[in-house]
């Protein structure tokens, strides 16, 4: 059984909660309301687990947000968390590897308009 004050796990015969001090109502339909409210509380925050696509384009175009979020969420959004450290390290390689293909193009360019001067 527990308290309905502070929800502390009472035993089945006190009257009294040893944390609160609140009379102890014993009735079933108050612990299975207790168990249900355990149960909606689980279902909700798995609902809020499942990773968001604005989320993943942000960490994909700004990676050290993707790195924070991970760091972040990882206990209390596992799913959400890893979503957002795999974007995050795929945009941080594809902005790494545009970066260098756009640096030997201009490199090429150039040397290509001081050759042909």
């Not at 527990?2 to 502390?8: A, I, P, Q, R, T």
């Not at 279902?43 to 993943?56: K, M, R, V």
């Not at 590897?97 to 201009?106: A, H, K």
């Amino acid at each position: 059984m527990f308290c309905s004050n502070c929800g502390k796990q009472l035993e089945d015969g006190d009257k009294v909660c040893g944390f609160c001090g609140k009379q102890a109502v014993h009735t079933v339909a108050n612990e299975n309301t207790i168990r249900n409210v355990s149960v909606e509380n689980t279902a909700n925050t798995n609902e809020l687990d499942e990773p968001s696509t604005g989320i993943n384009v942000l960490c994909f175009f700004i990676p050290i947000i993707g790195l924070t979020l991970y760091f972040a969420w990882k206990n209390m959004y596992p799913k959400k968390a890893i979503t957002a450290l795999k974007v995050a390290l795929i945009g941080f390689l594809t902005w790494t590897v545009l970066s260098v293909v756009l640096r030997l193009s201009i490199d090429f360019i150039v040397y290509w308009m001081i050759s042909n001067m």
